[in-house]
């Protein structure tokens, strides 16, 4: 017995001397493995004749795929650009390219990139000024707003590619000139459903994400507020009667059933086929939706569609949030003439037009928007035209947008629930986003 | 004292054991092993750890913070809600597959024809994986295309849409939990039940041992065992839960773990707090297994 009890503390005493030796163990490798860090990183840039451009999966059409065969047969032998397809989830091509970027600048060397991202890139150092490549007078041929979202400090750091932006659809059929203000639309959203029995009024993204910040913006801003006071920077101004009425509007949609309530968790997915199937009378989305309709996507003939304007609250200008993508280059690049020299051949007038009509893109080029075999192929470009030129405004997006965005969506999500009020909302979000943007300075 | 000198005796221990040449080329033996051990195992732990003590940033190493990136995460009230979710969630739910998986298992443990196909048949939710099922269940809780929504609504239980109540959606995600692994605990149960010998339950009728005296007094003492496994499993597992909040809720439904995806994989600015709550979890976890193990007296091992 005596013996065996022996031996059980010799067990536990030799345990311990093991743990311990795993401790020190374990602190020579983080010291190793630290240098092995230091070591890994720097590089980037693809090299050996090759650029790689970035973008999520192509049209089926497959546009960008014959875009790069055309550079290519036109660079024969030079140099070739290779086509790296990124998920189709933005905010997964973003992880995925912010995670190549802190790796030390990975080896893509042209990025797509949503309209979002180049100022948040170009705050890292990760993006290419453009300005000697890119003057001014080359500048005042594209869209005024996705250009705007690609200036940071004093450079510019992306093409405008292709643009988006938030509107109103309606049911054309059965009312004859949409709402201009938003008492009009709560009004003629109730009545006309009312009449025409169809279940819902209206049907938007409230859902607490991205989305759901480019719908609560537009009810801010078409009620004079805003986020910060000069679109992509300056102090953080939200928290100011103007936010508060936009919110209570906002709030208003689901409270007075304007909108389903279930509205505050639909997205895209959810809100598009409400209207698109017949079972609302409004809808605010992108422009892509006229052509699923047009194309035969729902029960909705395109015929029996219209779009317009985001309603204001009276004695304002009418916003609508800018989406869309832009062409930037790495700054870690081996070949940033040969990069250049590829963004331009992709964003001039001719592939941006090809592209156009048999993507059903809308291009980034202000003299597009007229070009009457644009509009023939890509019917939205006319109908939208004066609303991407006049209303569409870039997202409050700075340095940290991916945080402020999150802020954003919680709040603005909680507010159209009801679960915290328009002033509440305002109050927290001007505490959180600028002590956001204190850490930016 | 008798620290001092059980240290003492460690100390003249180790001499002992590198003295002997034999003993000493064991250990030399076993190193490349428990080195591989420690970078495997160990290394990214204690560089987790470490990290949580810095200012890091996703894109550099920052300087010592000290326990700032835990004071701050404290007072995260998404820190706080995605904890309050995990507990509940946890709690509830493994109590509720213990109870259901337990009256499976001992349902099926009986000798009946077609048994085999039960027990596969009872396999199926737990086959699917997690995020199919949490993205499945969505749409059956959806308010358009929803049958669940639909049925409650139409009985009158919930009048309002389930997707849009972070409440309902902690019990909608629970109940789908339940219902996905239950059938691996009442796996686990009845392997635990199929070692209990006959002959004790032969012994204990003998003696006029009724239904409950022999599941108190028999089933569940030599179930322990297998019960201690299972629940222990299932709560860690849950306690980790990510997929099936996310594919469910997104950012609606907040747990430990979706609170550091956030931090670290989403924000730029939270991925202090976000490692943070990641050492939390791994802690908290660690905690909770050796609660398992010593207080409730769990066997690591065949030994005893």
């Known amino acids: 017995m005596t013996p065996n009890k022996r031996e059980g503390i010799e067990m536990t005493t030799r345990r311990k001397i093991n743990r311990r030796d795993f401790l020190k163990l374990g602190g020579a490798g983080l010291a190793g493995a630290a240098l092995l860090g230091a070591s890994g990183c720097g590089g980037g840039g693809g090299g050996s004749g090759n650029l790689i451009f970035s973008m999520g999966p192509d049209d089926p059409n497959k546009t960008i795929t014959k875009l790069i065969d055309k550079f290519n047969k036109q660079n024969k032998g030079e140099f070739q650009v290779t086509y790296r397809e990124m998920p189709a989830d933005t905010g997964q091509y973003f992880d995925k390219l912010r995670t190549e970027f802190q790796a030390g600048g990975g080896d893509i060397d042209v990025i797509g990139a949503d309209v979002i991202w180049p100022i948040q890139f170009a705050a890292q150092g990760w993006l290419q000024d453009l300005s000697d490549n890119f003057p001014e007078s080359e500048q005042q041929k594209f869209l005024q707003a996705p250009l705007e979202a690609s200036i940071y400090e004093d450079g510019i750091f992306a093409v405008p590619w292709f643009t988006d932006a938030g509107l109103l659809y309606y049911r054309q059929d059965l009312l004859d000139t949409p709402p201009k203000t938003w008492e009009e639309f709560k009004e003629m959203a109730l009545t006309v459903s009312q009449e025409a029995g169809i279940p819902n009024g209206f049907a938007f993204q409230g859902s607490n994400y991205e989305g759901g910040v480019c719908n609560a913006l537009e009810y801010i801003r078409t009620h004079g507020g805003d986020v910060l006071e000069n679109v992509t920077s300056g102090p953080v101004i939200i928290d100011s009667p103007e936010s508060v009425a936009g919110l209570e509007t906002y709030r208003s949609m689901v409270a007075d059933g304007v909108a389903p309530e279930a509205v505050v968790n639909y997205t895209e997915t959810e809100s598009e086929p409400v209207f698109g199937d017949g079972e609302s009378v409004f809808l605010r989305t992108w422009p892509g939706m006229y052509g699923d309709i047009q194309g035969g996507a729902y029960k909705l003939k395109g015929e029996q569609v219209g779009v317009a304007p985001i309603p204001v609250a009276p004695g304002n200008e009418s916003f609508s949030t800018l989406g869309g993508w832009n062409m930037a280059i790495n700054a870690a690049t081996d070949m940033p003439d040969e990069a250049w020299e590829f963004v331009q051949f992709m964003t001039n007038e001719e592939n941006l037009k090809y592209r156009a009509i048999e993507g059903g893109y809308i291009p980034g080029r202000s003299s597009l928007l007229n070009d009457p075999e644009v509009d023939e192929a890509n019917p939205i470009v006319g109908l939208a035209k004066e609303i991407l030129l006049d209303n569409a405004t870039s997202r409050p997006v700075t340095q940290f947008y991916g945080d402020m965005s999150l802020e954003m969506a919680e709040q603005f999500n909680a507010a159209l629930k009801g679960d915290v009020s328009p002033q509440q909302a305002v109050k927290t979000l001007q505490e959180s986003l600028s002590s956001i943007m204190e850490q930016a300075e | 004292m008798t620290t001092a000198s059980n240290e003492k005796k460690g100390r003249s221990r180790i001499w002992e054991e590198f003295a002997d040449p034999e003993r000493r080329t064991a250990y030399y033996m076993v190193l490349p092993s428990l080195l591989i051990i420690v970078i495997v195992a160990f290394f990214p732990i204690l560089y987790g750890i470490v990290l949580s003590l810095t200012d890091s940033t996703a894109a550099a190493f920052g300087s010592f913070v000290g326990f700032e990136n835990y004071v701050e995460m404290f007072q995260d009230p998404a820190f706080l809600e995605g904890l309050s979710n995990t507990v509940i969630f946890t709690v509830v739910s493994v109590t509720l597959e213990f109870i259901l998986g337990l009256t499976i298992a001992l349902a099926i443990n009986r000798a009946f024809r077609g048994r085999g196909l039960v027990r596969a048949a009872i396999l199926v939710p737990w086959a699917f994986p997690t ?70 339950y032969e012994a204990a009728r003998v003696d006029g041992a009724n239904v409950y005296q022999r599941f108190f007094q028999i089933t569940l003492p030599l179930l322990k065992g297998a019960i201690l496994v299972a629940v222990l499993f299932r709560t860690l597992d849950s306690y980790r839960v990510y997929d099936l909040f996310y594919g469910m809720a997104q950012r609606e439904l907040e747990s430990l773990s979706t609170y550091v995806y956030e931090g670290v994989r989403i924000s730029q600015l939270q991925f202090g707090p976000g490692n943070a709550a990641a050492v939390f979890i791994f802690v908290t976890s660690f905690l909770l297994a050796l609660f398992f193990i010593t207080v409730l007296g769990m066997r690591t091992s065949a030994e005893e």
Not at chain 2, 149 to 168: C, F, K, N
Request: glycine letters at 4%.
């Open chain 2, 131 to 200: 995020v199919i099922s949490a993205v499945m269940w969505r749409l059956m809780f959806q308010d358009r295309i929803g049958i669940i929504q639909y049925v409650a609504s139409t009985i009158g239980i919930i009048s309002e849409p389930i997707l849009a109540d972070r409440t309902l959606l902690l019990i909608a995600a629970i109940l789908v939990d339940v219902w996905k692994t239950t059938p691996f605990m009442a796996l686990l149960l009845l392997a635990g039940l199929q070692v209990i010998p006959n002959d004790v």
